[in-house]
């Protein structure tokens, strides 16, 4: 059996969308739990919220993969403009 790590993350919003419609607390709190320096109003467009949750992307793949370990995200770094 080959085993091998896959990284998805699917956009439920456009960046434009999500900068509009999501509010920077629900940012914060979603990211509770998880290192980052880079959790602001320029970075808004990349929450948690405005990608696909696992169980979608799962819903879609779950056919064709055998999930054995979901790896929990502990770290984040995003490059905002300047």
Same mark, same amino acid.
């Given at each position: +059996? =080959? ?5 998805? #993350? ?9 900068? @509009?419609?999501?509010? /920077? ?5 979603? +990211? =509770? ?5 880079? #959790? ?9 919220? @405005?990608?696909?949750? /696992? ?24 490059? @905002?403009?300047?």
């Amino acid at each position: +059996m =080959e085993l091998f790590t896959l990284h998805v #993350v699917s956009r439920m919003m456009s960046r434009m969308q999500a900068k @509009a419609q999501l509010k /920077l607390e629900d940012y914060r709190q979603s +990211m =509770e739990g998880v290192y980052s320096t880079s #959790v602001g109003k320029d970075t808004l467009d990349e929450a948690p919220m @405005a990608c696909k949750s /696992l169980s979608d992307i799962l819903d879609v793949i779950g056919d064709t993969v055998e999930v054995i370990d979901v790896i929990r995200l502990v770290y984040n770094f995003k490059a @905002a403009e300047k």
